[in-house]
């Protein structure tokens, strides 16, 4: 082979690579990119609550309750069914829901039970709610303790307990599932992340609870937050906090979950009354975060003249106590940060002399749908109040009650009562249920013309031993889930 012939056959091999090479690149310009499957909503099928502990903080009264808000799209078709039942042990108890608008309840008097799970399915599962109340007026456990049941989950944040002397905090996990849960609890303090080896890799076996004291794993701790994460399976998690003096409980109540962590938190649900009102914020990343701070109130948005601006080191917790600037006045903090932040607050009720209760809120985030809380108190001495917070915009609500009077009857609801709060500002409303109803369930709806909401409430029991309290922040009911929708590719050869 001649040197000529070589390379006119190296040249037609060029010349070939790249007429292929521009042909792919010329047939890649003319087939359009693929855009993503469109999103559809549709009402959700299923939804397991996890109702912690019967009994906890509360020896002499707890009730569980659960209802199916009535109204919520998808409760028109199909069949569906909800209940409470125990998980296994040594008591059991269950209790179903005849329908949409239909409430039950499970109450444990002087007993223990084993955990709640509240199951509902196809059309009962759209707008179906359980909530937690427990009530001790004298014992060792003295206060009022609630939580709502929340969906099991792998993650979730709380800020507030402590190890100190006199003080008890535990972690409960509860695996509503067939397989065992493998669960790591990071814990923060005022030093940053702690090392608390005890608390990685706890095994939550199937449809049981799993208890851990703060104390056995981390002793001494004033200030703390909790990050739980499910390595394997899912949980529900909760936390609850018990303070002693001597052998006089001072407070006992469920730490309320708290928002993920993000550069924008509010605070709502921070109560009217004397006491300390103890801000904790937890920065979980590397960097510190410079934390700014307003106040929505009654009667506007403010940011508060000496504690406008909290530095927060890289993975500590740092507390500061707001009741200087709150003015005794039911208020919803907003807090703006460089960096992404975790908040809860601690709030103590008596004067100086007496400390009556403790109680506890969190970090949320404003939304926009419906939210509802059920098992909340009709008893002479007894008030809910409801706060509602227009953090954005100017919000308009209207609120129904659905009065118990027994697990077969349909609630009939109150007549809506409208009420509008303007932008910055905070609304503490009474709700007024039906003196003959032996509990209710708030339906919070805002207006089609209504800003993102925040909601909170508060339940107040007077008596000659002190004031008993209780109140979490709200979440917006689960109607509804996006799922994508499936497209033929015909890019993607079938052989």
Same mark, same amino acid.
């Given at each position: 082979?001649?040197?000529?012939?070589?390379?006119?056959?190296?040249?037609?091999?060029?010349?070939?690579?790249?007429?292929?090479?521009?042909?792919?690149?010329?047939?890649?310009?003319?087939?359009?990119?693929?855009?993503?499957?469109?999103?559809?909503?549709?009402?959700?099928?299923?939804?397991?609550?996890?109702?912690?502990?019967?009994?906890?903080?509360?020896?002499?009264?707890?009730?569980?309750?659960?209802?199916?808000?009535?109204?919520?799209?998808?409760?028109?078709?199909?069949?569906?069914?909800?209940?409470?039942?125990?998980?296994?042990?040594?008591?059991?108890?269950?209790?179903?829901?005849?329908?949409?608008?239909?409430?039950?309840?499970?109450?444990?008097?002087?007993?223990?039970?084993?955990?709640?799970?509240?199951?509902?399915?196809?059309?009962?599962?759209?707008?179906?709610?359980?909530?937690?109340?427990?009530?001790?007026?004298?014992?060792?456990?003295?206060?009022?303790?609630?939580?709502?049941?929340?969906?099991?989950?792998?993650?979730?944040?709380?800020? %507030?307990?402590?190890?100190? =002397? /006199?003080?008890?905090?535990?972690? !409960?996990?509860?695996?509503? *599932?067939? #397989? &065992?849960? @493998?669960?790591?609890?990071?814990?923060?303090?005022?030093?940053?992340?702690?090392?608390?080896?005890?608390?990685?890799?706890?095994?939550?076996?199937?449809?049981?609870?799993?208890?851990?004291?703060?104390?056995?794993?981390?002793?001494?701790?004033?200030?703390?937050?909790?990050?739980?994460?499910?390595?394997?399976?899912?949980?529900?998690?909760?936390?609850?906090?018990?303070?002693?003096?001597?052998?006089?409980?001072?407070?006992?109540?469920?730490?309320?979950?708290?928002?993920?962590?993000?550069?924008?938190?509010?605070?709502? %649900?921070?109560?009217?009354? =004397? /006491?300390?009102?103890?801000?904790? !914020?937890?920065?979980?990343? *590397?960097? #510190? &975060?410079? @934390?700014?701070?307003?106040?929505?109130?009654?009667?506007?948005?403010?940011?508060?003249?000496?504690?406008?601006?909290?530095?927060?080191?890289?993975?500590?917790?740092?507390?500061?106590?707001?009741?200087?600037?709150?003015?005794?006045?039911?208020?919803?903090?907003?807090?703006?940060?460089?960096?992404?932040?975790?908040?809860?607050?601690?709030?103590?009720?008596?004067?100086?002399?007496?400390?009556?209760?403790?109680?506890?809120?969190?970090?949320?985030?404003?939304?926009?749908?419906?939210?509802?809380?059920?098992?909340?108190?009709?008893?002479?001495?007894?008030?809910?109040?409801?706060?509602?917070?227009?953090?954005?915009?100017?919000?308009?609500?209207?609120? @129904?009650?659905?009065?118990?009077?027994?697990?077969?009857?349909?609630?009939?609801?109150?007549?809506?009562?409208?009420?509008?709060?303007?932008?910055?500002?905070?609304?503490?409303?009474?709700?007024?249920?039906?003196?003959?109803?032996?509990?209710?369930?708030?339906?919070?709806?805002?207006?089609?013309?209504?800003?993102?909401?925040?909601?909170?409430?508060?339940?107040?029991?007077?008596?000659?031993?002190?004031?008993?309290?209780?109140?979490?922040?709200?979440?917006?009911?689960?109607?509804?889930?996006?799922?994508?929708?499936?497209?033929?590719?015909?890019?993607?050869?079938?052989?």
């Amino acid at each position: 082979m001649t040197a000529i012939s070589a390379a006119r056959k190296l040249i037609i091999a060029i010349a070939i690579t790249a007429i292929v090479v521009a042909g792919g690149w010329f047939i890649q310009l003319r087939i359009p990119v693929a855009e993503p499957p469109p999103l559809a909503i549709e009402p959700i099928g299923s939804s397991v609550l996890i109702c912690p502990e019967p009994g906890a903080n509360a020896e002499l009264g707890v009730r569980v309750s659960a209802a199916v808000v009535p109204g919520q799209p998808g409760q028109g078709t199909g069949s569906g069914s909800a209940r409470l039942e125990t998980l296994p042990g040594k008591s059991s108890a269950e209790a179903s829901i005849i329908g949409p608008g239909g409430q039950v309840e499970i109450d444990a008097f002087g007993e223990k039970l084993p955990p709640i799970r509240a199951v509902a399915v196809g059309s009962f599962a759209p707008g179906f709610v359980a909530d937690q109340w427990g009530r001790d007026p004298r014992g060792t456990g003295r206060g009022l303790a609630s939580t709502a049941c929340a969906p099991a989950a792998s993650a979730f944040w709380f800020v %507030g307990g402590g190890s100190i =002397a /006199g003080r008890q905090t535990r972690v !409960v996990l509860v695996n509503p *599932d067939e #397989n &065992a849960a @493998v669960v790591d609890v990071l814990i923060y303090g005022t030093e940053g992340l702690l090392d608390a080896s005890g608390g990685r890799g706890l095994v939550v076996p199937p449809g049981s609870r799993l208890a851990v004291r703060l104390d056995a794993l981390i002793p001494g701790e004033k200030s703390t937050a909790f990050h739980v994460i499910a390595r394997t399976g899912r949980i529900g998690a909760a936390i609850d906090d018990q303070q002693m003096s001597g052998l006089q409980s001072v407070g006992a109540d469920w730490i309320a979950p708290a928002a993920a962590p993000s550069k924008t938190v509010y605070v709502p %649900g921070v109560l009217p009354g =004397a /006491g300390a009102r103890v801000l904790s !914020v937890v920065a979980p990343g *590397d960097q #510190n &975060a410079v @934390v700014k701070v307003r106040i929505l109130s009654p009667i506007g948005t403010f940011a508060p003249a000496e504690r406008d601006s909290i530095k927060v080191p890289a993975g500590t917790v740092i507390s500061v106590d707001m009741s200087p600037v709150t003015g005794g006045q039911p208020v919803t903090l907003e807090l703006t940060s460089d960096q992404p932040i975790v908040a809860g607050m601690r709030q103590f009720f008596g004067g100086k002399k007496q400390q009556d209760d403790t109680s506890f809120t969190s970090g949320a985030q404003p939304f926009s749908g419906p939210a509802a809380v059920s098992g909340l108190p009709v008893r002479t001495s007894t008030d809910v109040r409801l706060a509602i917070t227009a953090p954005i915009g100017a919000v308009s609500v209207d609120i @129904v009650l659905l009065p118990y009077r027994g697990s077969k009857e349909i609630a009939a609801p109150t007549a809506p009562q409208r009420v509008s709060v303007p932008a910055g500002e905070v609304k503490f409303i009474l709700l007024r249920p039906p003196s003959d109803a032996d509990w209710f369930t708030a339906v919070v709806t805002p207006t089609g013309d209504s800003g993102p909401i925040l909601l909170a409430h508060r339940v107040r029991e007077r008596s000659r031993y002190g004031d008993l309290i209780t109140g979490y922040p709200w979440a917006p009911l689960r109607t509804e889930v996006t799922v994508p929708t499936a497209e033929q590719d015909f890019g993607v050869t079938v052989r």
